[in-house]
């Protein structure tokens, strides 16, 4: 199941990842909590937190949309029309952006993803059917409306983008997954940057059984080691 959602351009995290996070990681976030909440925008990096609690995997992907698709303002066009609607089927496979070892049998529960630029949408609560389905259809609806809101600002916007303020936009992915063997996710070679050109770079926080990780990964070096449960 995926649900899709518009949010403000300001708020960076959801809420129900924040807390999740913020109850594991504790005390080391309480300071941190003051940067989480204006992150810096650099195109080409974003971050990737990840929480296995017994068989339980969650996962929050937070990157700018430049790097998913190029551009960060409303479709004006049916190339970036398609551009989001690729980008939304994409971040919906789990198994690839995360890289998770088919050893795991990790089962894809449910998948949120939140984004400006998917304004308009509303949540989806039943099945939809296979992930990529339900993410087509989604994002098919919504751009539609916002291509049309996209030409009524496209002055404004046009000019922003000469002048170097265009609004920054970031696409916000949470995860839940349930691993049979979670003792396979020793380590996972993340599959987001063969999955997005633009993409450089992701700041990793990962804590298990084994304990708390932080890594940063690059389109050069994908791979993250966790130690094992054994």
């Not at 995926?2 to 996070?21: E, Q």
């Not at 594991?24 to 974003?46: D, I, K, M, S, Y």
């Not at 989001?84 to 990790?106: H, N, Q």
């Not at 087509?136 to 009524?152: F, I, K, L, P």
């Amino acid at each position: 199941m995926i649900r899709t959602h518009a949010i403000h351009p300001g708020l960076r995290y959801s809420l129900g990842a924040s807390l999740l996070l913020l109850a594991v990681f504790a005390p080391a976030l309480v300071h941190a909590e003051t940067v989480r909440q204006h992150p810096p925008h650099v195109h080409g990096r974003g971050a990737l937190n990840i929480v296995l609690d017994g068989r339980a995997l969650t996962a929050e992907l937070s990157v700018p949309a430049d790097d998913l698709v190029g551009f960060e303002h409303p479709p004006r066009s049916q190339a970036e029309k398609s551009a989001i609607r690729s980008a939304v089927e994409t971040l919906d496979d789990a198994a690839r952006i995360l890289g998770l070892p088919s050893t795991a049998a990790c089962v894809q529960d449910d998948t949120d993803i939140h984004s400006p630029l998917l304004e308009g949408e509303h949540a989806h609560d039943e099945d939809g059917g296979p992930h990529g389905e339900t993410a087509h259809h989604d994002a098919d609806d919504v751009v539609d409306q916002e291509r049309h809101e996209g030409h009524e600002e496209h002055g404004n916007e046009h000019g922003g983008e000469h002048g170097g303020h265009e609004e920054h936009a970031e696409f916000h992915v949470i995860y839940r997954l349930t691993c049979a063997d979670p003792d396979a996710l020793s380590q996972l070679t993340v599959g987001y940057f063969e999955a997005f050109a633009r993409a450089q770079a992701l700041a990793v926080q990962a804590v298990g059984p084994w304990g708390q990780t932080a890594a940063t990964l690059t389109r050069n070096k994908p791979n993250l080691l966790l130690a094992t449960t054994n």
